[in-house]
């Protein structure tokens, strides 16, 4: 069966003198997880509106992943001090590509920044510091070496019947956390899949029934030996054959 090529949304890091161009890449933890899901990864540089259509056009799916602060101007704030790093041209890219995705209804997987981008997009708003905006007991934000990727940070509480629901079996889960923003404002149209214990969202899905797309706060893709992660990537790649063969 021909894999199914996936989108990842890049990231981007200057390079030193004598170089002038910058450089784009994405993560092994992200391009193993579509490969352990069954898929193929490709990183395209930042795109405009234009290319990212030609590109989700010949693509099978999208993932969204991780990264820099959403710019809050997207959500009608001006930014706050305890607003970290924000790349502009990286938001433009990722929602030209999650805008050409919707438009040819192809499946998204939304990671961390990505699941703060897609709320952002259809509405929604985001604490640009959690800490500062939204105190409580729970650590989001957890850079503690040597295992803060496998780590698990805090549970979380998950719907039950949500689609996450049924793709565990679990109304409790352990996961990592590696994020000091979090969904304010959930935009209209997305569907909780699971919550911290302090009210913050953790997971969801849009409402839509030719629309595929699901949300995870957590990076699933660095836990290793974890089948919950597993069944979230295989879930998303099958989505991705089942729409392409249909």
């Known amino acids: 069966m021909k894999k199914p090529l996936i989108v990842l949304t890049p990231q981007n890091m200057p390079m030193e003198e004598p170089f002038d161009l910058s450089y784009n890449y994405s993560n092994g933890y992200n391009t193993r997880g579509v490969l352990i899901g069954g898929g193929l990864p490709l990183i395209p540089p930042f795109l405009t509106e ?44 990722d929602l030209a590509l ?19 981008l897609a709320n952002v997009y259809f509405g929604g708003t985001m604490y640009q510091d959690i800490p500062t905006q939204a105190p409580s007991e729970l650590k989001h934000s957890n850079y503690v070496y040597p295992d803060f990727k496998q780590e698990v940070t805090h549970n979380i509480k998950v719907v039950e019947g949500s689609p996450l629901h049924r793709l565990c079996g679990k109304l409790e889960l352990g996961v990592n956390s590696l994020h000091h923003q979090g969904i304010k404002d959930i935009a209209p149209g ?4 699971a919550w911290g214990t302090d009210g913050i969202l953790e997971s ?25 992660s597993e069944a979230i990537f295989k879930d998303f790649i099958n989505r991705c054959i089942a729409n392409r063969d249909k």
Not at 72 to 88: F, H, R
Not at 204 to 212: F, G, N, V
Request: net charge negative.
């Open 50 to 93: 234009e290319q990212a259509d030609n590109l989700i056009q010949q693509a099978d799916g999208l993932m969204m992943t991780g990264g820099a602060d959403v710019d809050p101007s997207l959500y009608g704030e001006e930014k706050m001090d305890c607003c970290g790093t924000v790349e502009y041209d990286r938001d433009k890219s």
């Open 98 to 116: 999650l805008k050409a995705a919707l438009k040819y209804k192809k499946p998204v997987l939304c990671i961390c920044r990505g699941c703060q």
């Open 190 to 193: 997305v569907i909780p899949m």
């Open 204 to 228: 969801w899905y849009l409402d839509s029934e030719d629309q595929w797309l699901r949300a995870y706060q957590w990076h699933p893709e660095m836990i290793d030996n974890s089948p919950a």
